[in-house]
Each structure stands twice: as structure tokens, then as C-alpha cells.
């Protein structure tokens, strides 16, 4: 990532910025760039409504990319969300549908409602604990434990939901949450509860033992511990900690679409993957950041809303994210290296 | 000098290796006959391993000549010396384990065409060669199956059918029991009457003596001696020969040591250690001297819970820690052998790696206190005489030196009263080195105890006031530093040398 050789003082009044800070700074910068340039080509495209959306069109994924980030600091992959999402919308359906349906996927548990999130969020943070169970006491790759425990959530969403989806029978209780408008304004309550997480998330980052901790695994996970840092302790709960935010995402959708959709949340493990490593979180561990890969999904969405723009097929979406990744990996390596020659 | 270069396998002339500040290895000039087991010995940093690198290619010399089976010789890279008729036996073992023996053998030497692999005589040839060395094992076996030094000899024999007639083996008894030594030995004596030559080297004093020929001394990067061990008289000749008058004693009595035991283990047992018990008092400093893999890193590690072990740890009167962070937490640091993977966060700056033993020192609720951080990191730069542009710097661009205070910075701020220091000052220039001395001086006078686990004879006689003497997992002896230390049978005994042997 950087070189070994000395850099000379800059000057006493130069204060040099951090390799996280220049990276985030980098990255927000092509975020900017890519809009401008989307500006130029789509017409429209060039509106403060627009750039609303670019944040709140995808504010389950950027929660998501939180958790995600935490762990890819501390060394550790989370493949797991995209499940976890399906698994606790389609369990809070479950739980709160009255109990005398007219076929089985219209007949659920009957709990109330403040009950049902409850109960479906405990199944998410058992998702995150077996995440945790395998990777930290069997020392399994968080990779193929993640992976395997992705494939779990969405089984069990699955067959609760027969592979289809249940959306009767819910109280009327049930929809509140993920429609709710706050401010007067179209912005919702899910949007909002992003906004927060990522406020507590840089200060927590930034500013708090459980972040550094985090870093400190990450960048030698042998020194922590020799350090006095410990490891399994704090790896278990970056993962409870994501499964908790992608618990609440997945509530937040079910009840948005007033469904509990067995394939809601498909592939946004990789989104979350994706929007942090295009904001510089190192995949090794030991550096990136939430702002970065805030301004990440930044970059994801202006490419994304832009095709759609020049009405390209959506079948070319893949491929543009694809060439967006590489360009943005790409440039990152380079300008570190730079930076630190 | 002619006749005595066209019986020798293996020449060097004025080989010269210069570091930055350094000269490692010092015009040496010897040679070595055919089919003989000859050894190397010396001190640690006396300039033996630097050699072995350059002559299997892995350091370029910076003069000097070598002369291989009458050939000039100038390897840069392992392949390459193999080639040339070097193959070397490394402490780790380089097999594979999901492959049999036979495949171990022919790894790398396959001849294949269009992707095939072409039936030749090499897998006869192997065989052959391995059940020249050792008929008990069968090249069918999977190599997983075998014990450690079973899988050395598939090594051996991979060694001496790839067509090298010179095999070095640095340290191979390391990891072997007693009798696996012996039959270790007996199949270097079967490669000897095959022709081959054997460069040994070990620093257990009484195996050279069993299955060397000739020896070359080394001492201070320099050529001392070669000759039949024949004409050395016993490991009292031997070890004048490695140390020479050159242990600088600089031990002066610092005379405040108290009176208090600071630390008591009784009966430490690990897969290593055998029933280690010693004490620590307050001031003192207590030193660990011993070979590699005589057990040093594994009582430091045992006093600071980072490895498990049976018996038993009192520190000030109540259990030691079972883990770093309990330890920590009861007055116990630990600086670990290994600096850049075990005690730095080399991708993070100064300020980040200060705080990280002691955070309750800086943090409130959980938040950190900025500017005590900055002001610790500061301080510790000054104490210390870190040499850097800013507490922002990232630690892996400073220099070992520098590196390794600021290991010894994050101990310090854990405000530990036992701090123990693994090979404090390995890989660190000369001038770093004395600034450590009294860095670790001055936190003894302050009334801290500190432990000196090192495998430098002349740092221990320098600092220490006590020196246990280990050997094989065991602590062999105590002696009181002072004028009077007796070097010749300090390293009589950390070889492996009986009581009685010693003059």
C-alpha cells in the first residue's frame, strides 16, 4: 500500500491529512465528478431532487455498508446481509399475521406487532452469532462461514414463504414504519434512521475505543492480542452488529412493501461489498472508512441512475458497476502509492 | 594451495558481505574437501547465517569469489545454487503434506511435454536414492502421515537426487527428539559415503563433536579457523575459538536492587519447558540467556498468558494472568520477539500505536481524550528519542532502531511494573542499542522489574544483575553477574555441556 521510504517534514504549517482522510476526499471527488459529467450527458439529470434520490433510493444498502465496512477493518467478510435482510422481513410477516388465515401463507403467529420486529430481530442477531460461533471459536474463514450462513437466512426466508412471498392478513400497524414520512417533506423514516447510523458511525470510528479496536485488529490482528486486545470478543460483535443493521433494514423493507418477500435483498450483500471497497476499504483490513464508502455508493448510483438515463438496456448494468469498480480500485491504488512515495 | 583446490568441493576466496554500517561477514577465505561433514560454528551475529545466504543465492556478496566443483560460482537464487550442486536443508520444512513421498521427490523435476507428464527413470532414480538414505520410509506414504524428521529426510533425499553433492543443513536437530537425532546422523553418514558433503551447522557443541570431520570457526564476521576436529582439543578449545577475548564486559552494579519478589514461578511445564521456577525482584533486572529454541520466548510468554502452561505464576502475591489482556491489566508487558508482526501496527502511525495497552489512561466513556493522546504520543518521542518528522508518521517508515522504541513506548504507557523484553534489541543499529540499555536501566532504578529474554551473550553480561542460563527447555543455571562471570563455561552450559565438563 505504501512505500517504506522516508518522507521529508512538509513545512511546519502544512498539517498533513491522514491516508483514510485523502482517500475519502478522493473518493468524493469522483462522486462529484461522475455526477457532473452525468449532468452533461443526461438531460434532467442535473437537479437537487436528483441527488435526494442518489441518497435515499439506496439507503438499505449504505446501512447495510456499514456493518460491512466494520468488518472489513477488522479483517473479517460479512456475505450474510443480503439474507439477513430477506430472513427478518419475511419472519416480522410471519410473526405479526393473525392467526386464523385462509391458506398457510396467509396465516401467521398472530403477535402483536412491536412483539413480531422484536422477535424477527433476535433472528437476524442469531445469524450474526453463528457468524461469529464459526469464525471466532472454530477459526472457519469468515468468507465460508459468511457465505454458508447467507445461504441459511435465505433458506429459512424461503421456506416460511413456500419461495413465494405472504403479504395478507397483516395489521394495518404493520406498513407504518417504512412509509413514514418525516419533516413534512417525501423523506422517510428509513432514510432518516441511515442518516443517524452513519453520524454514530464515524463518531464511533473516529473518535471511540470500539472503532480504533477495530483498526488495531485489522491492521495485526497478533499485536492486538498481544496488546492486551480482546479479539474474539469484539469480532463477535461487529458481527452482531451487522446482522442487528441488517435485521432492521429487512423490517424496514417488509413493511415499506407491507411483504415478506423471500428474495428481497438479493446480491445486496455484494452492493455492500462493492460500495465499501470503491470507498477504499482495504480488503485485507486495517483501513477505510464509512464516509468513503458512503461517497462509494455515491459512485454506484450516479452510474446506475445515469444508464438508466441514456435508457440503456438495464441488462448493461452489470457491467457498467463492473468498469466503475476496477476504474475506482484502480485509481485508489495508484494515488496511495503516489501519495506515499 | 594447488593440490589442496582440486580435492575441495567447495572454495571461497575473500568473501565479503558489508551492510549498511556493518560488515557481516569479513574476508573469509576457506575450503572444503569432498565427502566429509563439515561444520560451521560460531556465535550468534558472528556472521554464519549471512554466509549460508550467499552461498545459496539468497544475498549477492559484495566481493570475494566462490568456487564450486571447480567451477566459479555466482547463484541468485535457490534454483540456481541447486544447479550450481548446493541444495540447503532450512529449519522449516518445505513438503507438502497432501502428497506422497515419492510425489514430494519428484516436485519441480517432472519432465512433461504438451502438459503430460512423460514416464522417465526420475521416480526410479528417487527411490532409489531414498532408499539409499532411509529404507524405512515408503515413498507410497502420504507425506502427512510421517513425524517431523521423517518428513527432513524426504527432505534429505529430495536434496540429493536433484543432483546436488553439497547439502547445508542449518539447525536441523532443532525440532528433533533424541532419538530421531540419531537417525538423522545416520543418514548424514550414508550421504557422506555417497559422496556427498555435508556443511552443518548447530550450536549444540556436543553433535559436532560426534559427526563432524572438519570445522570452520567464525567470530565477529570473521575467519578463524579451519581444521579436522581432530586436532581441537574438546569444547573447551572450540568455545575459546567462537568467543575469543571479544565479550565486552560493561556490567557495572547499579545497587538498588529491593529486596521484594516482584514475580515467582514455580514448576512452568509446556511442550517445551521443563519445570522452569525462578524469581524476580523489584529493580532488578533479570536476564534469560540461551541458544534459539533453548525456551526463552516460551517463559516470556507463559509469564505474560499468551500461551497456555501447567504450574504456577504468583506476581505481587496473587495468580499471574492467563491471557495478555489479564496479565496487562495486572502490571505485566510484554515487548515480543517478532517487532513488526507481533508488536507494531505497522500501517498506523505513532499516535495510534501508543495508547493501545492502557486505554482506560486516555479514554472517558468509551470516548478518546484527543489531545492526551497526542501529549502521550509526544512525550514518549521525547523520552524516548524517537527519531521522526511527527507523531503522525506511520510506523513502518521508520527505521528498526525507532521501530522498536516505540514497541517499547506502548509497554511503557501501559504503566506495567514487570515488563518483559524478547530480543529487545535484534535488528537494531549500534547507537539505538546503548539508548535501550539505558532506557531499560533507568525503568529498573525507577524500581520496575524487567526481564531480558535475549540470545546475545555480551547484552546479558551488559545489563543484567541476575542471568538464568537455558538449555533445551530447561533453566540450567543461575549466576549473579559481576567481574568474575566465566564466559568459557556460560556458553559450556547453554550448549548443552555437562557441569564437570566445564574448566
Not at chain 1, 455498508?65 to 439474507?83: E, H
Not at chain 2, 510484554?334 to 492502557?358: A, D, H, K, W
Request: contains cysteine; charged residues 20%; hydrophobic residues 45%.
Amino acid at each position: 500500500m505504501s512505500s517504506v521510504t522516508d518522507t521529508l517534514p512538509s513545512g511546519p504549517t502544512r498539517s498533513k491529512m491522514s491516508d483514510e482522510g485523502f482517500i475519502s476526499s478522493l473518493v468524493a471527488a469522483v462522486a462529484i465528478s461522475l455526477f457532473l459529467i452525468a449532468s452533461l450527458l443526461v438531460p434532467n439529470f442535473f437537479q437537487w431532487q436528483n441527488v435526494v434520490n442518489l441518497v435515499t433510493n439506496n439507503w438499505a444498502v449504505i446501512a447495510l455498508g456499514v456493518g460491512v465496512s466494520f468488518l472489513l477493518v477488522s479483517g473479517n467478510f460479512d456475505l450474510s446481509v443480503g439474507g439477513i435482510v430477506a430472513l427478518s422481513g419475511v419472519l416480522s410477516v410471519w410473526f405479526a399475521q393473525s392467526t386464523e388465515g385462509a391458506n398457510a401463507l396467509s396465516t401467521g403467529l398472530g403477535l402483536p406487532y412491536g412483539l413480531a420486529i422484536a422477535c424477527a430481530l433476535l433472528g437476524s442477531l442469531a445469524i450474526g452469532a453463528l457468524n461469529a460461533l464459526f469464525v471466532v471459536r472454530f477459526g472457519i474463514p469468515s468468507i465460508i462461514v459468511t457465505l454458508g450462513t447467507m445461504m441459511v437466512a435465505r433458506g429459512i426466508a424461503q421456506v416460511i414463504t413456500h419461495g413465494s412471498q405472504r403479504n395478507t392478513n397483516l395489521p394495518d400497524a404493520f406498513g407504518y414504519l417504512g412509509n413514514l414520512s418525516l419533516f413534512g417533506t417525501s423523506i422517510k423514516f428509513p432514510v432518516v434512521l441511515m442518516g443517524l447510523l452513519l453520524v454514530v458511525a464515524i463518531f464511533v470510528e473516529r473518535k471511540m475505543v470500539f472503532g480504533r479496536i477495530t483498526y488495531w485488529i485489522g491492521a495485526n490482528p497478533e499485536a492486538a492480542s498481544l496488546s492486551g486486545i480482546d479479539r474474539a470478543r469484539h469480532i463477535t460483535k461487529l458481527y452482531l452488529f451487522s446482522a442487528g443493521i441488517a435485521g432492521v433494514v429487512g423490517i424496514l423493507l417488509a413493511s415499506e412493501y407491507k411483504s415478506g418477500f423471500s428474495n428481497r435483498g438479493l446480491l445486496m450483500e455484494f452492493d455492500a461489498l462493492v460500495i465499501a471497497l470503491l470507498g477504499g476499504v482495504a480488503i485485507a483490513g486495517g483501513f477505510g472508512s464509512v464516509i468513503g464508502m458512503f461517497f462509494g455508493a455515491i459512485i454506484l448510483a450516479v452510474v446506475t441512475s445515469a444508464a438508466t438515463g441514456l435508457v440503456l438496456s438495464p441488462d448493461w448494468q452489470f457491467i457498467l458497476k463492473a468498469v466503475a469498480v476496477f476504474l475506482a480500485i484502480v485509481t485508489q491504488t495508484w494515488a496511495l502509492a503516489r501519495r506515499n512515495k | 594451495m594447488t593440490e589442496e583446490q582440486k580435492t575441495s568441493v567447495l572454495s571461497v576466496d575473500g568473501l565479503t558481505k558489508d551492510y549498511p554500517g556493518v560488515r557481516a561477514v569479513d574476508n573469509v577465505t576457506f575450503s572444503i574437501q569432498n565427502s566429509v561433514v563439515h561444520c560451521l560454528v560460531g556465535e550468534n551475529g558472528a556472521g554464519k547465517s549471512t554466509l549460508v545466504k550467499m552461498l545459496t543465492g539468497a544475498l549477492a556478496p559484495t566481493a570475494g569469489a566462490m568456487t564450486v566443483n571447480g567451477k566459479a560460482y555466482v547463484p541468485t537464487s535457490p534454483q540456481e545454487a541447486r544447479e550450481g550442486g548446493i541444495a540447503t536443508l532450512f529449519q522449516e520444512l518445505h513438503v507438502v503434506d497432501e502428497l506422497t513421498v515419492l510425489e514430494n521427490l519428484t516436485l519441480g523435476m517432472e519432465k512433461s511435454r504438451f502438459g503430460f507428464f512423460v514416464k522417465s527413470d526420475l521416480e526410479d532414480r528417487v527411490t532409489q536414492t531414498l532408499a539409499t538414505i532411509e529404507p524405512a520410509i515408503d515413498p507410497a506414504a502420504r507425506v502427512s502421515t510421517l513425524s517431523v524428521a521423517q518428513k527432513q529426510i524426504v527432505e534429505i533425499a529430495r536434496a540429493a537426487s536433484s543432483g546436488a553433492n553439497i547439502i547445508i543443513m542449518d539447525e536441523p536437530t532443532a525440532a528433533l527428539s533424541e532419538r530421531e537425532v540419531e537417525r538423522l546422523f545416520t543418514v548424514i553418514r550414508r550421504l557422506r559415503e555417497n559422496n556427498v558433503t555435508v556443511i552443518y551447522i548447530s550450536h549444540k557443541l556436543d553433535e559436532i563433536f560426534e559427526l563432524g570431520d572438519t570445522v570452520t570457526v567464525m567470530r565477529d564476521g570473521k575467519h578463524i579457523t579451519t581444521c579436522p576436529l581432530s586436532d581441537v582439543d574438546g569444547r573447551a578449545e572450540l568455545i575459546e575459538m567462537m568467543i575469543g577475548r571479544t565479550v565486552f564486559q560493561s556490567y557495572s552494579p547499579r545497587g538498588k536492587i529491593g529486596e521484594k519478589v516482584v514475580l515467582k514461578a514455580e514448576g512452568l511445564n509446556t511442550k517445551l519447558l521443563k519445570n522452569v521456577s525462578f524469581d524476580i525482584k523489584e529493580g532488578e533486572i533479570i536476564g534469560f540467556y540461551g541458544l534459539v529454541g533453548a525456551g526463552k520466548t516460551e517463559v516470556a510468554r507463559a509469564l505474560f498468558g499468551a500461551d497456555s502452561f501447567d504450574g504456577k505464576v504468583t506476581f505481587h502475591g496473587k495468580p499471574g494472568g492467563r491471557t495478555p489482556k489479564e496479565a496487562i491489566a495486572k502490571g505485566i508487558a510484554l515487548v515480543p520477539e517478532e517487532r513488526r508482526t507481533q508488536g507494531l501496527f505497522t500501517s498506523l502511525t505513532i499516535r495510534e500505536n501508543v495508547p493501545v495497552m492502557n486505554l482506560p489512561r486516555v479514554t472517558q466513556n468509551g470516548v478518546f481524550k484527543a489531545e492526551d493522546v497526542r501529549t502521550a504520543a509526544q512525550e514518549f518521542v521525547t523520552q524516548l528519542g524517537i527519531a521522526t518528522s511527527s507523531i503522525e508518521k506511520h510506523t513502518e517508515k521508520l527505521s528498526g532502531g525507532n521501530q522498536q522504541k516505540v514497541v517499547l513506548a506502548k509497554c511503557l504507557f501501559s504503566q506495567a511494573d514487570l515488563l518483559l523484553l524478547d530480543e529487545p534489541t535484534r535488528g537494531v543499529d549500534v547507537g539505538a542499542k546503548t539508548e535501550i540499555y539505558e532506557i531499560i536501566k533507568d525503568l529498573a532504578n525507577e524500581g520496575n522489574a524487567v526481564a531480558v529474554f535475549s540470545s546475545e551473550l555480551e547484552e546479558v553480561l551488559g545489563i543484567c544483575d541476575r542471568v538464568f542460563l537455558m538449555f533445551d527447555g530447561c533453566l540450567q543455571e543461575e549466576i549473579e553477574n559481576g567481574p568474575n562471570v566465566d564466559i568459557a563455561h556460560i556458553l559450556n552450559v547453554v550448549t548443552g555441556g555437562q557441569d564437570e565438563d566445564a574448566r
